[in-house]
T-cell receptor
Framework: QKEVEQNSGPLSVPEGAIASLNCTYSDRGSQSFFWYRQYSGKSPELIMFIYSNGDKEDGRFTAQLNKASQYVSLLIRDSQPSDSATYLCAVRRGSTLGRLYFGRGTQLTVWP | DGGITQSPKYLFRKEGQNVTLSCEQNLNHDAMYWYRQDPGQGLRLIYYSQIVNDFQKGDIAEGYSVSREKKESFPLTVTSAQKNPTAFYLC??????????????FGPGTRLTVL
């Protein structure tokens, strides 16, 4: 079982819709969870992180964490064509200082 | 202007050559990381360093070497022992320690091609 799993997509939504990106992880002791956005040919940029159960909102982005289900998601409200990118989920386990485990990413396309 | 720089942006290597990728940060971060990304793949950890003069192997360290002589710098050498080095190489840094956030920030990357 992979440490971090994401649906590879592609996920396609119309402009203005809510895009929902999902991620599951295998280590129940994982502490911190990160979402990165990566445009084609570019390096990942951090969108947000979450470490407590529940929702965390930042502008159009909402991260949701459910540790009991070992599930973290990212919602993008009012999706824009500029949101078209690959979204990477990353997890930091409790036993390992600093290092992150990355999923393969979900490719999102927002069409006008 | 704080950030992480990587050089060169593009690098071409002949088979049998060693090449060194540069990574510098002025964020005063303790921890630094090297990842490799292949097309359609996630990020795989090569090496990481939590503090100067110390580093640990990641998941795919074979054929690579690193040094951490200065806090600001974490160069990666791709040796001739690395059989399939063509990839996008990403350097990242973070504050380090056990802080719950401890988020990693990435440099712009180096795209290495073996001729």
């Amino acid at each position: 079982q992979k440490e971090v799993e994401q649906n590879s997509g592609p996920l396609s939504v119309p402009e203005g819709a809510i895009a929902s990106l999902n991620c599951t992880y295998s280590d129940r002791g994982s502490q911190s969870f990160f979402w990165y956005r990566q445009y084609s040919g570019k390096s990942p940029e951090l969108i947000m992180f979450i470490y407590s159960n529940g929702d965390k909102e930042d502008g159009r982005f909402t991260a949701q964490l459910n540790k009991a289900s070992q599930y973290v998601s990212l919602l993008i409200r009012d999706s824009q064509p500029s949101d078209s990118a690959t979204y990477l989920c990353a997890v930091r386990r409790g036993s390992t200082l600093g290092r992150l485990y990355f999923g393969r990413g979900t490719q999102l396309t927002v069409w006008p | 202007d704080g950030g992480i720089t990587q050089s060169p942006k593009y690098l071409f290597r002949k088979e049998g050559q060693n090449v060194t990728l540069s990574c510098e940060q002025n964020l005063n971060h303790d921890a630094m990381y090297w990842y490799r990304q292949d097309p359609g793949q996630g990020l795989r950890l090569i090496y990481y360093s939590q503090i100067v003069n110390d580093f640990q192997k990641g998941d795919i360290a074979e054929g690579y070497s690193v040094s951490r002589e200065k806090k600001e710098s974490f160069p990666l050498t791709v040796t001739s022992a690395q059989k399939n080095p063509t990839a996008f190489y990403l350097c990242a840094s973070s504050e380090g320690g056990r802080a719950r956030g401890n988020e990693q920030f990435f440099g712009p990357g180096t795209r290495l091609t073996v001729l």
